[in-house]
């Protein structure tokens, strides 16, 4: 997903983190990064696992 907005967007994640490469902006680069992360991490753990367990739940 950072791919496609690194090269197809000029307002995404992905572009900001390759500005923000291309500047030597650590700061910058760490708090797209884990802004990034802990959003993926929450759809994960709020949204993806429960509806796996709710629909693997026949295997037990």
């Known amino acids: 997903m950072l791919v496609v907005?690194?090269?197809g967007r000029s307002d995404g994640?992905?572009?900001q983190l390759h500005l923000y490469f291309q500047l030597s902006d650590v700061t910058g680069i760490l708090a797209y990064?884990?802004?990034f992360i802990s959003v993926v991490l929450i759809i994960e753990y709020a949204l993806l696992q429960p509806l796996e367990?709710?629909?693997?739940?026949w295997r037990q």
């Open 5 to 7: 907005e690194l090269l």
């Open 13 to 15: 994640v992905g572009f």
């Open 33 to 35: 990064s884990l802004s």
């Open 53 to 57: 367990r709710k629909t693997n739940r």
